[in-house]
């Protein structure tokens, strides 16, 4: 939300004129064209593809949101984090830098150095592209958790498909749980 408010007030103090439910479809057109970077194709989309207008946009968006700490945890997920571990589950994370992860008062649930082999993990993610093809590639099973900005993605190909796709914390546990009989 932070972002998307961001984008649109850098849009408005470059004279374009965005409402949320602009910002929202290009959000979405990000999204479905599987954009490495949604922020700048959000940007782009919005600025009318006007490359000075955009580059302008981005430097006010990175100036507005560059030292914002984004990471926020869901609720209920603390909880569901200690039962894992009780449950002698060994977790870490992955694409979250460890200094941002040493911030927030779950850090002591994750380990950094993983002897694991990939067929073993359970890797949970909320992109198809960037996190569960990539992990489905190493032989981890996978999560998809459908929530925020890639809710509505589909996977374009088995590859993208993960095993098991969750809304909220307690779906997740279920599938967490359910993959771990397996």
Not at 15 to 26: N, S, T, Y
Request: glycine share 8%; net charge negative.
């Amino acid at each position: 939300m932070a972002v998307d408010g961001a984008i649109a007030s850098a849009c408005g103090m470059e004279g374009i004129r965005v409402d949320p439910a602009m910002v929202e479809k290009a959000s979405e057109q990000a999204v479905a064209a599987f954009a490495p970077d949604v922020t700048a194709h959000m940007i782009e989309t919005l600025s009318g593809g006007e490359p000075a207008t955009a580059a302008r946009v981005r430097r006010r968006v990175e100036a507005m949101v560059g030292n914002l700490d984004s990471f926020q945890l869901r609720p209920e997920i603390e909880g569901l984090l200690q039962r894992l571990k009780e449950r002698g589950l060994r977790l870490g994370a992955v694409g979250v830098r460890w200094e941002r992860l040493d911030r927030v008062r779950i850090a002591h649930f994750f380990e950094r150095d993983f002897d694991v082999s990939p067929e073993a993990c359970i890797f949970v993610g909320d992109r198809f592209d960037k996190d569960i093809a990539p992990a489905k590639a190493q032989g981890m099973t996978t999560i998809q958790f459908r929530s925020g900005r890639y809710r509505r993605q589909r996977p374009r190909s088995d590859a993208e498909t993960p095993d098991a796709m969750v809304t909220d914390v307690r779906e997740l546990e279920a599938a967490i749980l359910e993959l771990l009989e397996r």
